[in-house]
């Protein structure tokens, strides 16, 4: 039976177009896939990222709630306090500012958390004592300086009045006010940020109790 050239030409372009409309499906699932795949993990990275901009806020808000609630506990302790003992007529020291931010001008005596500065650095002038705290990815520092007031505001005591100062056998502190910097720092997105605020710490340089005695509390 023969067959007529334009039945055949039909069936031809029959053939193709269902050829052409598989592969075109086949090619559009392998791009949805791959959208899919792509989506999947943009949404991955930014979750990701909303983790941890939520984390880095915690801390930043962790550090300035520690340096405020530091510098606050600290204004309410008396500048220099001897007390004398319960038990006895010997007189100790007491709760107070100095002993936590300034105890001694003693450099045998640092440590790596508290130390005093003898010789100008990079982290502070000499003359200064350093208290380091490390809390929940929180660097937590205090920074004191002895000062008085002059003509031109407050200066930094001499270095030679601090010589030998210890709190634990001070007749008399090396000045009435302490100069106080506390700094949180904490690292957000791969840098460094930090928190500071200062204060004056005013008092008298005698004992806050009007003993002048020396403390018999040793360090």
């Keep these: 039976m023969a067959v007529s050239q334009t039945a055949l030409t039909s069936a031809w372009w029959r ?33 990701s990222g909303a ?18 609630d530091t510098l606050e ?3 309410g302790l ?19 500012a100095v002993a936590e931010l300034f105890p001694h001008a003693l450099p045998e005596r640092n440590t790596a958390e508290a130390y005093y500065v003898n010789a100008p650095t990079g982290d502070a002038p000499a003359g200064t004592f350093i208290t380091e705290t490390h809390t929940d990815g929180v660097t937590l520092r205090t920074t004191a300086r002895f000062v008085v ?18 709190v634990w ?10 100069w106080l910097t506390v700094c949180a720092t904490w690292h957000e997105n791969g840098r460094q940020r930090s928190y500071e605020l200062a204060a004056i710490l005013e008092g008298t340089a005698v004992p806050s109790s009007g003993s002048s005695g020396t403390p018999s509390a040793s360090q």
């Design 15 to 47: 053939r193709r177009r269902g050829a052409s409309c598989s592969g075109f499906s086949l090619i559009e699932v392998v791009v949805a896939v791959s959208l899919l795949a792509l989506s999947g993990a943009a949404v991955t990275a930014c979750v």
């Design 169 to 178: 056998n001070a007749r008399r502190l090396p000045a009435a006010a302490l």
């Design 149 to 166: 007031w002059t003509s031109s505001g407050w200066s930094p005591v001499a270095l030679s009045s601090l010589q030998g100062y210890a």
């Design 51 to 68: 983790e941890h901009g939520v984390a880095d806020a915690n801390v930043a808000g962790t550090a300035q709630q520690l340096v405020r």
């Design 78 to 96: 008396p500048l220099y306090n001897v007390e004398r003992a319960a038990t006895s007529n010997e007189l100790q020291l007491g709760p107070c």
């Design 73 to 75: 506990r600290l204004r």
